[in-house]
């Protein structure tokens, strides 16, 4: 699917490093907590995602639990934001203001925006970042096309890992808020209980990816 524009800020080991750490970290008390991650973390609270910051590496976590120490949390870092052209209904997606928004995460400190950028490019993104965390994780477990469930396109690679009682995603997903038809790409830490198996047949796994990544 051709895209419009991305704007994206590739994963670095630190960062990469600093997310799988997450759900081990020590909890910081709910009244501390604003101050540590300021002050400690890096982070600043941003209105481009509900319930997110940019954390200190200039990336977005958006999360549901708590972000640290909280091996029930779900943890999604978005480091791309994609918008695929030719929407169905222009009038109703607004394109102007997509594009704007876009506009708004390529000005994130360390982001930059590719115009119309093809779907190789689109892919060598998200191929760095798997090349950052298979360094720490090993190859992936299974690797597979995404398709409309996680997104309206671009229609890149997912990777899944196994870390302890973790999955680790790597794959482009749907925003689930006012502008859902642009598509982030993500490194997402979720709950995987270890006698969990993966499915078998690539759409189920995908569903299996879609309802652990999409908040």
């Given at each position: 699917?051709?895209?419009?524009?991305?704007?994206?800020?590739?994963?670095?080991?630190?960062?990469?490093?600093?997310?799988?750490?997450?759900?081990?970290?020590?909890?910081?008390?709910?009244?501390?907590?604003?101050?540590?991650?300021?002050?400690?973390?890096?982070?600043?609270?941003?209105?481009?995602?509900?319930?997110?910051?940019?954390?200190?590496h200039?990336?977005?976590?958006?999360?549901?639990?708590?972000?640290?120490?909280?091996?029930?949390?779900?943890?999604?870092?978005?480091?791309?934001?994609?918008?695929?052209?030719?929407?169905?209904?222009?009038d109703?997606?607004?394109?102007?203001?997509?594009?704007?928004?876009?506009?708004?995460?390529?000005?994130?400190?360390?982001?930059?925006?590719?115009?119309?950028?093809?779907?190789?490019?689109?892919?060598?993104?998200?191929?760095?970042?798997?090349?950052?965390?298979?360094?720490?994780?090993?190859?992936?477990?299974?690797?597979?096309?995404?398709?409309?469930?996680?997104?309206?396109?671009?229609?890149?690679?997912?990777?899944?890992?196994?870390?302890?009682?973790?999955?680790?995603?790597?794959?482009?997903?749907?925003?689930?808020?006012?502008?859902?038809?642009?598509?982030?790409?993500?490194?997402?830490?979720?709950?995987?209980?270890?006698?969990?198996?993966l499915?078998?047949?690539?759409?189920?796994?995908?569903?299996?990816?879609?309802?652990?990544?999409?908040?």
């Amino acid at each position: 699917m051709p895209v419009h524009s991305l704007a994206h800020s590739p994963l670095s080991p630190t960062a990469v490093r600093e997310l799988l750490a997450m759900p081990a970290m020590p909890a910081v008390p709910e009244e501390e907590f604003d101050e540590y991650s300021e002050k400690v973390l890096g982070w600043e609270y941003t209105c481009l995602v509900s319930d997110a910051v940019v954390t200190g590496h200039g990336h977005v976590l958006w999360y549901e639990g708590e972000p640290l120490g909280d091996p029930e949390c779900t943890l999604v870092l978005t480091f791309g934001e994609a918008y695929p052209v030719d929407p169905p209904d222009p009038d109703e997606y607004g394109h102007d203001a997509l594009v704007e928004l876009v506009g708004e995460w390529a000005a994130l400190p360390g982001w930059v925006l590719l115009q119309q950028p093809d779907e190789g490019e689109c892919e060598a993104v998200l191929d760095r970042t798997a090349d950052v965390v298979a360094a720490e994780l090993g190859p992936p477990l299974r690797t597979l096309r995404s398709n409309d469930w996680l997104g309206m396109g671009p229609y890149l690679r997912c990777r899944i890992w196994r870390m302890g009682e973790h999955g680790v995603v790597l794959a482009p997903g749907e925003d689930g808020g006012p502008y859902g038809y642009l598509t982030h790409l993500v490194l997402a830490v979720h709950p995987w209980p270890a006698g969990e198996e993966l499915p078998v047949a690539d759409e189920d796994c995908l569903r299996w990816v879609r309802d652990r990544i999409i908040l």
